[in-house]
């Protein structure tokens, strides 16, 4: 195959600031559970990560823990997350999303095509690029299934959770555990939420003016940050395709110096220089946006999601609860099975206050961690961004001088 | 004025004024750019090889009999073997000379009398012969620099006369000289499409082996719709480029067709061109330049030079057809960014407006802001993109064809030598089947033909040597000519990247005390 199974070690992973510092401040700060992922192994379409736990915490039996995990794992963590009731009231970190080769494969495929119309050192260079992208993709991936992780190791609650301490220790497959509990769930609560937008802005009347606040807040967001997304994506790719023809250009110009035996040549080949020094700034200047922006308002618009499923389950707890004052009055009205009626609708007002409570809390802690997450975003690419076309704006004045002097 | 794509062509100061317009030719602004000019200025000012005559004559006009000149390193023998230092720029000039009236209309071919030309002094007054001047090795270094004379051209503000059938598209074509041929230093005339296209059916074929006469409409024709802006943009830069080559290459300069263009108050409607003007025609002499080569006579000749540089020639055609094709890329992609950017600008904007925290929503409208700055920028890369570097490489593809048809020319010549020298052959093998055959009636008419085909093979002869020797000097001036403009417009593109870059500075440098300011 064209790319064997690589092993990605941190260090090459890292030289661009972590995503997990980012998106998400603040995550790894408790040294009592500290989870990170340093390394990948790649292999055809499955990516086995390896999840290294270090923790003081007396549930666990070894203070450290190496297991190898796979994308499913990780969506089954987050499943079983979403269906335990005692989680209700809370904003459930986002799943991260499927690791995604399409573009990169695609890429190899029409490289191996069309090698035979290139000369060795266009393949060579195009085989370079479509690895540096390869390895983006996986960085990126990397790096949104660690936060996860790191978001349920943060959390006073989800820390504690029994399956997610299963997920770090457990040092066999997690595949038939997983079968097993697909097969309980069945999913039909992902169904359900599908349809959840649709209960919220119908809903019940809210009482209470943060919920009323937050609901029309979030449902708004929500699609203009899906939007966003979308149109950020649609930018950075445009971006990196001028990165890529100012490649070819280079190219180009090399091919042409090749032929050239005179004094121009010497011209020709310092132009193709710079063409391909400006594309490696290009490549960059989209990368950063890309990393800084887009993949913030990614990150976003799934945990806008999270939230407005928090937002949901209360909508149906209070559904729940205004059923129950119905059912308490045709009970009485009937005069039978009152007690129970009576139980029935004190436990739902538990629950949909409870939620109330915690769903409070969670919302505004939420509010802040955005507001921190976009400042720091939007500082970081700015003055990467900068620092890119400084970059470029000296070796232009560089590259113009030398050729204005011959 | 018209054709406003937001692309201005780069305006002169005084419009009214002729006399005082001064053509800039400065290319791109410096830092303490506003925000808000429109565009860049690429025009660029062609600057021809400057004319030094060794002795004024007294009019002035240094295009008199009693002018001045003798050439004196001419080599007719050497084939065109000229080192590049040696090399005058002029005799060319000699060889591509117009011996017609210059107020007829037809055309003549030129491989007449040439150099010796210049030794006669037997010359009809209506004939205008170049100044064939000597030169110093001072001289020619000042001429390389450029700074003794100058010729600047801009072809600007496009204009739609008349409506309806008969409406047509005026251009400024404006010049700027210190040459003394010219009646001022500053001046502008009205030119109409078919004007241009007129001045390139006098002159194309009085100059058949000069390479930058070429009329390379060929991306304006068909599809493209001429009354968008872009389109009129296209064709007035295209036309400057067609006018800027011209001046460029000294034996077109002095034809005074080119002169009259220039200057001429009111040229006379070129009424055959009219009906022609249509993209049937565009097409015909378009073909030319993008003729396959289909001669494959190889001609005997000690030197392998003319088919080493053919073949050279070629490969580089197909060479540059690619650059091309990457730089026609780049440009599609940077007008996707540019629509992108706009688009993701309006949703940043609305993400903005729904923004809960004040100072965020602030930041994110700064953000649109940014990237609706940033699509402008792109906006006039794209432009440079495409004008300073696709279109001249388009332009070169196609002038490369155009020296292939000079190749292709002097095999014809050959051909004829060939041909000639093989009737004369037959004609002596006649001669001696008559002797043998013992008829003397018949002998005097043979005798006149080999007479007659000798002189035609020796006139042959003649002709292939001085159109090798031109072709040659030719296709070393266009190489030096090519060099050059394409050092010109690299450098020119590269600062117009320049310039963007250092904008992105700046609108960046703006939004981050904006980002900062979250809270």
Redesign the interface.
């Known amino acids: 195959s064209f790319f064997p199974p690589k092993l990605f070690k941190r260090q090459t992973l890292c030289d661009m600031i972590p995503l997990v510092h980012s998106v998400s401040v603040d995550l790894n700060n408790d040294a009592s559970l500290v989870i990170d992922i340093p390394d990948a192994l790649c292999e055809r379409d499955k990516v086995k990560f390896t999840v290294h736990t270090k923790t003081t915490l007396s549930s666990f039996q070894k203070p450290e823990y190496s297991v190898q995990r796979q994308h499913e794992d990780f969506i089954w963590l987050h499943d079983t997350i979403v269906e335990t009731e005692e989680y209700a009231g809370l904003i459930i970190p986002p799943a991260p999303p499927k690791p995604d080769f399409e573009g990169p494969r695609e890429k190899m495929h029409k490289l191996g095509e069309g090698e035979s119309s290139m000369t060795k050192e266009e393949y060579a260079k195009m085989k370079q690029e479509l690895e540096a992208e390869y390895l983006a993709v996986f960085k990126k991936t990397v790096q949104v299934h660690e936060v996860f992780l790191q978001r349920l190791s943060s959390h006073p609650m989800f820390r504690k959770d029994r399956n997610f301490q299963i997920f770090l220790e457990y040092d066999q497959d997690l595949t038939v555990r997983r079968k097993n509990a697909k097969e309980m769930f069945g999913g039909f609560f992902k169904n359900m939420v599908k349809s959840a937008d649709e209960v919220l802005i119908s809903g019940v009347k809210e009482v209470d003016e943060f919920f009323e606040q937050e609901k029309n807040?979030l449902l708004?967001?929500s699609s203009?940050?899906k939007?966003?997304t979308a149109?950020?994506e649609?930018?950075t790719?445009?971006?990196k395709?001028?990165a890529?023809?100012?490649n070819?250009?280079s190219?180009?110009?090399n091919?042409?110096a090749a032929?050239?035996n005179?004094?121009?040549k010497k011209?020709l080949e310092k132009?193709a220089e710079?063409f391909e020094k400006?594309r490696k700034v290009e490549d960059r200047m989209a990368s950063d946006q890309e990393l800084k922006l887009t993949e913030l308002l990614r990150y976003y618009t799934r945990d806008i999601q999270a939230a407005k499923d928090l937002l949901y389950r209360r909508a149906r707890a209070l559904a729940d609860y205004e059923n129950s004052n119905k059912a308490l009055d045709k009970a009485r009205l009937k005069g039978k099975d009152v007690a129970q009626a009576e139980e029935n609708q004190k436990q739902c007002l538990q629950k949909f206050d409870k939620l109330s409570e915690s769903g409070k809390k969670e919302l505004t802690s939420f509010?802040a961690r955005r507001?921190v997450a976009?400042?720091k975003n939007?500082?970081e690419m700015?003055?990467l961004?900068?620092k890119h076309?400084?970059n470029?704006?000296s070796l232009?004045?560089g590259?113009?001088e030398v050729?204005?002097s011959? | 004025m018209s054709g406003g794509c937001g692309r201005n062509p780069p305006p002169f100061p005084d419009d009214e004024d002729q006399e005082r317009a001064e053509l800039d030719t400065q290319v791109l602004d410096s830092d303490e750019d506003d925000e808000d000019d429109e565009g860049e200025d690429i025009f660029t000012g062609a600057r021809s090889k400057a004319i030094t005559p060794t002795s004024a004559p007294d009019e002035g006009d240094i295009f008199s009999e009693e002018g001045s000149y003798v050439r004196s390193d001419v080599h007719h023998t050497t084939n065109g073997l000229h080192s590049d230092e040696e090399l005058d720029l002029f005799t060319e000039a000699t060889v591509e000379l117009t011996l017609t009236n210059t107020t007829s209309q037809g055309r003549r071919e030129i491989i007449g009398p040439t150099v010796s030309a210049c030794n006669t002094t037997h010359v009809p007054n209506s004939i205008l012969k170049p100044s064939i001047v000597t030169k110093t090795m001072e001289e020619l270094k000042e001429e390389e620099s450029g700074d003794q004379f100058e010729l600047n051209i801009a072809v600007t503000n496009p204009e739609k006369i008349g409506d309806g059938m008969n409406a047509y598209m005026s251009y400024k074509v404006s010049t700027q000289t210190t040459l003394p041929m010219f009646l001022n230093k500053t001046f502008s005339v009205r030119r109409r499409f078919s004007d241009f296209l007129g001045l390139y059916e006098k002159i194309s074929a009085k100059h058949s082996l000069v390479v930058g006469k070429e009329f390379l409409m060929l991306t304006l024709v068909g599809k493209e719709d001429s009354s968008s802006a872009e389109f009129v943009e296209k064709r007035r830069a295209a036309l400057e480029r067609y006018l800027q080559r011209v001046v460029a290459h000294p034996s077109l300069l002095q034809d005074p067709d080119v002169r009259e263009f220039l200057e001429r108050d009111e040229l006379p409607r070129a009424v055959n061109t009219q009906a022609l003007s249509g993209p049937g025609l565009l097409k015909m002499i378009n073909r030319v330049s993008d003729a396959v080569n289909k001669m494959t006579i190889k001609i005997n000749e000690s030197d392998n030079w003319f088919e080493s540089k053919l073949q050279e020639v070629e490969n580089e055609e197909q060479l540059l057809r690619r650059l091309h094709a990457a730089v026609d890329s780049l440009v599609n992609h940077r007008k996707e960014l540019c629509s992108n950017t706009v688009v993701f600008s309006k949703s940043v904007a609305m993400l903005g407006s729904v923004e809960e925290n004040s100072a965020l929503s602030r930041a994110l409208s700064q953000l649109a802001e940014v990237e609706d700055k940033m699509e402008q920028l792109h906006q006039q890369q794209a432009f440079s993109d495409f004008f300073i570097l696709a279109e001249l490489l388009a332009d070169y593809v196609r002038l490369l064809g155009a020296v292939r048809c000079c190749f292709e020319q002097r095999m014809k010549v050959w051909q004829r030598l060939q041909e000639a020298q093989s009737t004369l052959q037959k004609k002596r093998e006649a001669e001696a089947k008559l002797l043998w055959a013992n008829k003397p009636e018949k002998l005097q008419q043979a005798k006149d033909d080999i007479n007659e085909w000798e002189s035609k093979v020796s006139q042959y002869e003649r002709d292939f040597e001085r159109v090798t020797c031109t072709v040659r000097k030719e296709v070393l001036r266009f190489e030096k000519e090519k060099a050059r403009d394409f050092k010109q417009h690299i450098v020119k593109y590269l600062e117009s990247l320049l310039h963007t870059q250092h904008r992105l500075v700046k609108c960046w440098e703006a939004f981050l005390p904006e980002a900062k300011a979250i809270a």
Do not use: P, W
């Open positions: 807040f708004d967001y203009k940050i939007d966003a149109k950020a649609k930018m790719r445009s971006h395709n001028v890529d023809d100012y070819h250009i190219g180009a110009l091919n042409i032929d050239n005179t004094a121009f011209h132009c710079v400006l509010k507001v976009f400042r939007l500082i700015t003055e961004e900068i076309a400084k470029s704006v232009l004045q590259s113009i050729l204005k011959n």
